[in-house]
C-alpha cells in the first residue's frame, strides 16, 4: 500500500517535548517551511515564549502537558482539532534520562524515564493513530542509537528506547496489515548537542557527556521533517546505524568497547550545574529551556552525510557521478 503525506506546508505537526533541543530545532524549521505547528511540553513559560519568537501569528498553538498523563495528551489532540480541525503529523519527541549506575539509581527515578519515554510515545501513538487512521498521515517516533546499542549508566533511558523500537515495530506491521495510511517511522539520533545533559538527573561524581562525534539538533529536525513528507521505516543519524549493526551483529564486542571505551567517556570531569535535572515536575524550568542547542565543549557536525544519503538516494547518485566524471576528466586531462 502506498502511503501519500500532504507537503509541509499544507500540514498541522504536533511536537511534543517542544521547548528545546530536537523538539525546537523541528518546530523552527516546520514553521520556515510554511507548516502549522503545536508546542507540546511541561514548561508553559518557555513555550509562550517561543511561540512568541517564532511569531508566526495563528499558526503555532503552544499547550501545556505531561505527555506521561494519557489525558493530557488527549487534551492536546482535542485543542489542535478546535484550532486547527486536526493534524497530519504526530511526532513523540518528549524524553527524559537520569545518568547513574543500574543500582544506584532510585526505583522513582527509573519510573519516571520510563513513564515519560516509552508511555509518553505509547499514548502519543494511541491517540495520533486514532485520529489518523481515516484521514492518513504520518507518525514519527524519536528513538535512539540506543535502541539498539545500550548505553553503561544509562539504563532506564536505553530500556525505554528499546521499548519504543519494539513499540513502533508492532504498530507499523499492524497499520501495514489492515492497510491503514499511516506512515510510522522511527528515528534514530546519535550524540545530539542539545540541553538533554542539563535536563538529566545525574547520580555520577561529574557531569556526564556524550561520545563523539557530536551533531547539531538542527540535522535531526530535516530528518524528521523530511520523514513527514516522505514515508521511511527507520531513520539513522550519523553513526547510528554503524553502531547498531555493531550491537545487534556482534554483541559481545559491543560490550567490549562500551566497557573499556565508552564507560570512563560518558563522564568529563566536569562539575554538574543542574544535577537534578528536569526529570520531576517540581524541578521543570530549573535546568533551562528555550534553546535548541546546548553547551557541548566539542565540536558540532552539521549535517550527517549518511543520513541525507539514506534520504535523497537520487541527488547523492547524481551528486557522485557528476564527482566521478569530473575526477575522469581532470585525470584525462592531466594523462595528455
Known sequence: MRISLKPLHEQVIVITGA????GLAT??????KGARVVLVAR?????FEIERELNAGNRVLHVMADVGERAQLERVASETISRFGGFDTWINNAGSSVWGRFDEVSDEDHHQVMQTNFWGTHYGSSIAVKHLRDK???LINIGSVESA???PLHSSYSASKHAIKAMTEVLRVELQKSRTPVSVTLVRPSSTDT?????SKNYLPSAPVFPPPVYAPEVVAHAILHAAEHPQRDVYIGNAKLLSRLAQNAPRLADWVNRTFVYDSLKSGRPDRHPRGALHDSDVGRAGDGSASGNYPGRTLARSLYTRASQ????????VAVSAAALVALLGRRGR
Open 19 to 22: 521547548s528545546s533541543g530536537i
Open 149 to 151: 546499542n545500550a548505553l
Open 312 to 319: 535523497h538516494p537520487v541527488a547523492t547518485t547524481a551528486a
Open 195 to 199: 540541553q538533554f545533559m542539563d535536563h
Open 27 to 32: 518546530a523552527r524549521l516546520a514553521i520556515e
Open 136 to 138: 492518513g498521515g504520518a
Open 43 to 47: 514548561n508553559e513559560a518557555a513555550l
